[in-house]
């Protein structure tokens, strides 16, 4: 299911063809999947009992897909053209303050619109009259992948006050020493998804100057959790995380032209490794260039954990695991030096030494 989400996001990539005439200006509306009566006329700015009298339409004033209906603009745009008459009055001496209370409610009330501009929001609460498709047209985002994000099933109906998922996707230009490793870690999506919604191959090397589509991944269902066996060293108040497994740090967190990311803990090979923290599993697979079998949890709040070198990998994408819950088994898979786990804290895509989070050394 997370595939197909994510093949049918990749479409987001492509233009969205513009509507021949904006919905306040036609004439003539052709009726399109998932429309209502109610939403024509909304968008059309006329009233659903005059769209109905207009074309005939009887109670329930049902509508089909193909078909034309007539808006009735007539009356409109006599009444707009109709002259108006303004009564002339004295000069209020309050005019000027008047003037600037309106406008800096005016401008408010534009930067509230802004705020909430159709296509940007990224939850949308359905209003009166709008269809899945009038609010699809409007957010520039596929009828169908709000569907899908939404769970929504034919005919695709919506709620007044329903709040929608707006599924949108980010881009990311590579830059020289960029890996599908290292941007499927910063946006905590599959590389192979990745590679899948750009059409490349998962095992080729990424290109300076590519322009990739981050899909955006759909929340999986969560699974139950089976009871975790004790962490080896559970966090204190004061730590964030519990160590992963018990053994000896081989090497350090280190910055600067000798980085080095994480720590690395020796254990013997097929020794069980634990989750820091309770999370969900973001990868969970090979990563052939650096660190073997690999398992990437998300924490929430910005924080990630990583656990590479594996011999095997015990947990599925997706999959929600609690604190102390078995993730893996140590192995020297990767650029590993022997049997170790090499183990990584992220805050915001940025590494941090995971002895700060740590309590004392096991």
Do not use: C
């Amino acid at each position: 299911m997370m595939r197909r989400a994510l093949l049918l996001l990749a479409a987001l990539a492509l233009p969205i063809a513009p509507a021949s005439a904006a919905p306040g200006d036609e004439t003539v509306h052709v009726v399109t999947a998932g429309e209502t009566l109610n939403g024509i006329a909304n968008r059309a700015g006329v009233s659903s009992e005059a769209l109905a009298k207009a074309n005939g339409l009887k109670a329930p004033y049902v509508v089909k897909l193909g078909q034309k209906l007539t808006i009735p603009r007539a009356k409109a745009a006599t009444a707009r053209s109709a002259p108006t008459k303004v009564p002339t009055k004295q000069p209020d001496p309050a005019t000027p303050a008047k003037k600037a209370a309106a406008a800096a409610n005016s401008t408010a009330r534009a930067a509230i619109a802004a705020a909430r501009s159709p296509d940007q929001e990224s939850v949308h609460v359905v209003q009166p009259g709008e269809t899945l498709g009038s609010i699809a047209l409007a957010a520039k985002v596929p009828r169908v992948l709000i569907a899908e994000a939404n769970g929504l099933q034919p005919p695709y109906a919506v709620r007044l006050g329903q709040k929608l998922q707006i599924p949108r996707t980010r881009r990311h230009m590579v830059k020289a020493g960029d890996t599908g490793f290292s941007i499927s870690y910063k946006y905590a999506v599959p590389w192979e998804e990745i590679a899948l919604a750009n059409g490349l191959d998962a095992a080729a090397p990424v290109k300076a100057g590519q322009s990739l589509l981050i899909p955006t991944l759909l929340d999986p269902p969560v699974a139950p959790v089976n009871a975790p066996a004790p962490a080896p060293a559970p966090a204190s108040k004061s730590t964030r995380f519990a160590w992963p497994v018990n053994g000896p740090v081989r090497r350090g967190f280190a910055s600067g032209a000798n980085h080095h990311d994480g720590i690395d803990i020796t254990a013997p090979e097929g020794t069980m490794v634990r989750a820091a923290a309770a999370g969900t599993v973001r990868f969970a697979g090979m990563e052939k260039e650096q660190f073997g079998n690999l398992v990437v949890l998300d924490h929430g709040d910005g924080w990630f954990t990583a656990y590479a070198f594996l011999s095997r990998v015990t947990v599925k994408e997706g999959a929600t695991v609690a604190v102390g819950e078995r993730v893996g088994l140590v192995g020297h898979t990767g650029l590993a030096k022997g049997n170790e786990l090499h183990f990584e804290v992220r805050r915001d895509g940025k590494p941090v030494d995971p002895l700060d989070d740590l309590p004392k050394a096991p």
